[in-house]
Structures are given as structure tokens and as C-alpha cells.
């Protein structure tokens, strides 16, 4: 889990068809093998990147970070590699505030991103491929 998840401003679930959810409110999107359907596979997204990338050259945008938007301590504190991990991120407008392990990381105020799509995105930096991105679950609920 050493690569980067990219997760934009999310208001709604736009553009996915998603699977009922056991909790009111929420549309479970991704669960284990299933889901991954829901995404359409698309190229340069301008969005919020928020970070799983623990060994991320600049750490003050590695895991639980919002890079080029809201640090985290240097060295990164927040340690994502070999496990599970929960990443909980609530967008409304403009305000963003991100949960790693149900520990707050960042929150900010910027209205660049207040609406629209959100992506799921994987990325090497160019580097030969590495350890695997799992998704266990991924829901989304309009606030």
C-alpha cells in the first residue's frame, strides 16, 4: 500500500451505480471483488488528492495528506504499508476534512473542488510497478 489514492472533492456519487448499503444513507460502491464496474476509466482528473504513499518524496504530502492543499507533520506520522487501512473523507463545499485509522489528518477550506466526480487513482511516479492497491469497501454518502 506504498502508492498513491486519489480522492476528490466527493458531494455526490456522480456517474456510479452503486450496490444498497446495510447502513441508511450510505451507497456502497466497491466491496471486495465487486464494484470496480462502477468506475469508468478516464485520464487526468483535476481534483483533491488525498494520500496513501507512505514513502512520498516531499512527506509533508505522504499518507493523510491533500497534496498542494493540507500538509501533515514531517516526517509523516501516518503509516499505511502491509495493512488495512480506513480512510475517512468528508467533503461539503469547500470544507475537507480527512480521517486516517479514525485519527483527523488534515482539514481545510478551499473551494477550488467544492463540487462534482470523485476518482480512485493509482500511480507509480514512474517506477516499476510495487505492492498491490486493495480496496476492501468504498461508500459514499451525500451530507
Same mark, same amino acid.
Given at each position: 500500500? @506504498?502508492?498513491? *489514492?486519489?480522492?476528490?472533492?466527493?458531494?455526490?456519487?456522480?456517474?456510479?451505480?452503486?450496490?444498497?448499503?446495510?447502513?441508511?444513507?450510505?451507497?456502497?460502491?466497491?466491496? !471486495?471483488? @465487486?464494484?470496480?464496474?462502477?468506475?469508468?476509466?478516464? &485520464?487526468?482528473?483535476?481534483?483533491?488528492?488525498?494520500? *496513501?504513499?507512505?514513502?512520498?518524496?516531499?512527506?509533508?504530502?505522504?499518507?493523510?495528506? *491533500?497534496?498542494? =492543499?493540507?500538509?501533515?507533520?514531517?516526517? &509523516?506520522?501516518? @503509516?499505511?504499508? #502491509?495493512?488495512?487501512?480506513?480512510?475517512?473523507?468528508?467533503?461539503? !463545499? &469547500?470544507?475537507?476534512?480527512? =480521517?486516517?485509522?479514525?485519527?483527523?489528518?488534515?482539514?481545510?477550506?478551499?473551494?477550488?473542488?467544492?463540487?462534482?466526480?470523485?476518482?480512485?487513482? =493509482?500511480?507509480?511516479? #514512474? @517506477?516499476?510497478? !510495487?505492492?498491490? *492497491?486493495?480496496?476492501?469497501?468504498?461508500?459514499?454518502?451525500?451530507?
Amino acid at each position: 500500500m @506504498k502508492r498513491l *489514492i486519489a480522492i476528490a472533492a466527493v458531494t455526490l456519487a456522480a456517474g456510479c451505480t452503486g450496490m444498497d448499503s446495510k447502513l441508511a444513507g450510505w451507497t456502497t460502491l466497491i466491496e !471486495g471483488d @465487486k464494484g470496480l464496474e462502477n468506475f469508468d476509466q478516464i &485520464g487526468d482528473a483535476n481534483s483533491y488528492e488525498v494520500n *496513501i504513499y507512505d514513502a512520498r518524496p516531499g512527506q509533508e504530502y505522504s499518507t493523510g495528506a *491533500i497534496v498542494d =492543499f493540507a500538509r501533515v507533520a514531517v516526517p &509523516g506520522p501516518y @503509516k499505511a504499508a #502491509g495493512r488495512w487501512n480506513t480512510l475517512e473523507i468528508s467533503a461539503k !463545499g &469547500g470544507n475537507v476534512v480527512v =480521517f486516517f485509522n479514525g485519527v483527523q489528518t488534515v482539514e481545510m477550506v478551499n473551494s477550488k473542488f467544492a463540487q462534482g466526480p470523485f476518482a480512485l487513482q =493509482f500511480g507509480n511516479h #514512474g @517506477k516499476a510497478p !510495487g505492492d498491490a *492497491i486493495k480496496w476492501r469497501k468504498v461508500q459514499v454518502k451525500p451530507l
